[in-house]
């Protein structure tokens, strides 16, 4: 069985609120290494068998249709072994 | 005259949308987000609410919705569709307007009586307005803020494509104050505030928000 990892992020032009509130909170907590948050989604499909080159390429396909809004988002496709 | 209302899993504002529509004097119709039938309609009005509840992101889901299909279909073809709130989210995600809406820059969900100018009186939906007119409306969303590329922008600007704009404080962080916009064409309009929720005094803060709905009247008896 493959693991098929699709990670998408805002554009870095496009700002992110929620990941800005992440930064504000950490120092709260006494956390004081990061000097900015993105937050992003990551989605894990499961397949049955190593994934073809087209099966690959239906993924791109579906990530760049439904997983992700290429208008404000990019997104990577990878095979977790 | 017809005006097709359409109900998605998660939506709100469908009955009120149906409402000012037949205040206006035409007929609503209502719609299902299963439907592979228009019923007829000559026009289209995607509501507000939260759409399978807002999962992946607003409105990219309902995107998708057999109805959608036909709506994006007639659309193109020129049928005047109006989104309001997630039904602007829902035509930003199918393509039929440019960009997307992103949270809230504050992140607070936003409740209150919003003053707008309306800078586009061409379209479908907002001929009945003077340019330059100031209403109040209602403004209720946690992901309003308009977001897209420079190019976009511009294109937007120079075109004369910005149908209504905030007035005073930016209240999400939409890109040059957008809290409306539409097509090439002038058929298909989004707004992120609430006119269907303004259209009497007596359960709105104004009666000022019927205008889209008498637009839309207009235009078709033209």
């Given at each position: 069985?493959?693991?098929?990892?699709?990670?998408?992020?805002?554009?870095?032009?496009?700002?992110?609120?929620?990941?800005?509130?992440?930064?504000?909170?950490?120092?709260?907590?006494?956390?004081?290494?990061?000097k900015?948050?993105?937050?992003?989604?990551?989605?894990?499909?499961?397949?049955?068998?190593?994934?073809t080159?087209?099966?690959?390429?239906?993924?791109?396909?579906?990530?760049?249709?439904?997983?992700?809004?290429?208008?404000?988002?990019?997104?990577?496709?990878?095979?977790?072994? | 005259?017809?005006?097709?209302?359409?109900?998605?899993?998660?939506?709100?504002?469908?009955?009120?949308?149906?409402?000012?529509?037949?205040?206006?004097?035409?007929?609503?119709?209502?719609?299902?987000?299963?439907?592979?039938?228009?019923?007829?309609?000559?026009?289209?009005?995607?509501?507000?609410?939260?759409?399978y509840?807002?999962?992946?992101?607003?409105?990219?889901?309902?995107?998708?919705?057999?109805?959608?299909?036909?709506?994006?279909?007639?659309?193109?073809?020129?049928?005047?569709?109006?989104?309001?709130?997630?039904?602007?989210?829902?035509?930003?995600?199918?393509?039929?307007?440019?960009?997307?809406?992103t949270?809230?820059?504050?992140?607070?969900?936003?409740?209150?009586?919003?003053?707008?100018?309306?800078?586009?009186?061409?379209?479908?939906?907002?001929?009945?307005?003077?340019?330059?007119?100031?209403?109040?409306?209602?403004?209720?969303?946690?992901?309003?803020?308009?977001?897209?590329?420079?190019?976009?922008?511009?294109q937007?600007?120079?075109?004369?494509?910005?149908?209504?704009?905030?007035v005073?404080?930016?209240?999400?962080?939409?890109?040059?104050?957008?809290?409306?916009?539409?097509?090439?064409?002038?058929?298909?309009?989004?707004?992120?505030?609430?006119?269907?929720?303004?259209?009497?005094?007596?359960?709105?803060?104004?009666?000022?928000?019927?205008?889209?709905?008498?637009?839309?009247?207009?235009?078709?008896?033209?």
């Amino acid at each position: 069985m493959a693991k098929i990892v699709v990670d998408v992020m805002l554009k870095p032009e496009i700002l992110d609120p929620q990941g800005n509130a992440v930064a504000n909170a950490l120092p709260r907590l006494g956390f004081n290494f990061a000097k900015s948050v993105r937050q992003g989604k990551r989605f894990e499909i499961e397949m049955d068998g190593e994934p073809t080159t087209a099966q690959l390429e239906e993924v791109e396909k579906a990530a760049e249709t439904l997983l992700s809004n290429p208008v404000i988002e990019n997104f990577v496709v990878r095979v977790e072994k | 005259m017809r005006v097709g209302v359409i109900t998605f899993p998660g939506t709100l504002d469908d009955r009120d949308a149906a409402r000012a529509v037949n205040v206006a004097g035409a007929q609503s119709v209502a719609l299902w987000h299963n439907d592979a039938d228009l019923k007829n309609v000559d026009a289209v009005i995607l509501p507000g609410g939260f759409s399978y509840g807002d999962y992946l992101r607003c409105g990219a889901i309902s995107r998708f919705a057999p109805v959608m299909n036909l709506v994006i279909d007639a659309a193109n073809k020129g049928m005047p569709v109006l989104g309001i709130c997630n039904g602007f989210q829902v035509l930003c995600e199918s393509h039929l307007l440019p960009g997307a809406l992103t949270r809230n820059s504050d992140l607070h969900f936003l409740c209150r009586d919003q003053e707008i100018e309306i800078i586009n009186n061409e379209t479908a939906w907002t001929s009945a307005y003077k340019s330059g007119e100031k209403i109040v409306i209602p403004l209720k969303n946690g992901e309003g803020s308009f977001q897209c590329d420079d190019e976009t922008l511009a294109q937007l600007e120079g075109e004369g494509r910005v149908v209504a704009r905030y007035v005073g404080q930016n209240p999400n962080g939409s890109r040059n104050l957008i809290a409306g916009i539409t097509n090439e064409r002038g058929n298909v309009v989004g707004l992120m505030p609430h006119p269907e929720h303004a259209i009497d005094e007596l359960t709105g803060p104004t009666a000022q928000g019927l205008g889209f709905f008498t637009s839309i009247l207009n235009a078709m008896v033209k």
